[in-house]
């Protein structure tokens, strides 16, 4: 799952508003394998039936779903690890002013919030019936 950012011109005051949706790919994974580098082009976002092409060969079509409650997205990063200073009045300490690192200490993470979400765009595989509704509500 990725989040996107959309933009909204509000005609009224010149204001441009911002709408991060959650593009689920979780019913097409089992069937298609997407690394996280593959290129993709995703168009027609202000429709009901946005397009999903990945790597010019996977062709997916979504639909959007009001979130349910508060739906936050999270960004993830690396923490550093936790150093400790040895300090003490104490003769016997060899590692008086040194700073120390416990190897067996477990890698741990930074979660930062970064938007709230209203809306989310779920794909599924894209069937030849489907480019047939699509090419009828393009006429209309």
Known sequence: M?????HHDNQEDGAEEEDYVLLD??????QV???PDTPYVLSGLHTAEPILIIDDKVKLIGKYEDTIGTCFVFSEN???PLVLEETGP???NLFA???IVDPNQTPTKEVKP???LQKILKFR????EDVQDVNMESKT
Do not use: K, N
Not at 25 to 30: C, H, M, T
Not at 125 to 128: A, E, K, V
């Open 2 to 6: 990725e989040a996107d950012l959309m």
């Open 125 to 128: 595989l894209l069937m030849d």
């Open 25 to 30: 790919l979780d019913a097409v994974f089992a």
């Open 90 to 92: 104490s003769e016997a």
């Open 97 to 99: 002013g040194r700073c």
């Open 78 to 80: 690396e923490a550093a």
């Open 114 to 116: 970064v938007a709230q």
């Open 33 to 35: 394998d997407i690394s």
